[in-house]
């Protein structure tokens, strides 16, 4: 609902306090030049079906994929979250477009659910969201979700999770109960 430029204002402005650079991939004419060029990934929020069919549109998947694993650095929030995982198919976004598929670049080997909420309102006749993400298991049984909770994230270098912020994520797995963990290196994936 705002455009690229006001969207890169925004996430320059904050990660200025930093020291970091941005520049968005809009800019360019060749975008896969450009992610190849880049010296780190920043994937932002907003609709994760528009996001992703973006990235396939680009032609970005691949390209994106093999530069995180060789080692740029991958920083992702909300949708970019998602993006990080196997698929998308844990957002909390309406499909407002469809993407070429679900796939995504499949950085992690978990799902993950940003914004994970707990909260079950009076009056909500609704499903929660722990209701929803065991739908998701019981139809893709092979398949971790961690709910990520507002102000944490998940750390990954030389293979090692590391939590940081201030809440547990809870983990769903097909057959168990969810749990709350702070150590994401003991979960088998």
Known sequence: TFSYDEYEAKVANR???????????????????AAENAEAIVVGGGNTFRLLERVQANGLLDVIRKKVMLGTPYIGWSAGSNLACPTI???????????QSFNAFNL????????YLDAH???????TREQRIEEFIELNQNVTVVGLRESCMILVEGGQYKLIGPHPVRVFKFG???QEITDLNALKF
């Open 108 to 115: 992690v080997p978990f799902q993950i659910n940003p914004h």
């Open 89 to 99: 198919k844990t957002t909390n976004d309406m499909p407002v477009i469809q993407p």
């Open 176 to 178: 168990e109960k969810p």
């Open 15 to 33: 990660l200025s306090e930093v020291g970091i650079e941005v520049k968005s991939i809009h800019h360019f004419t060749n975008p896969v030049e």
């Open 121 to 127: 309102p009076d009056g909500h006749a609704g499903e």
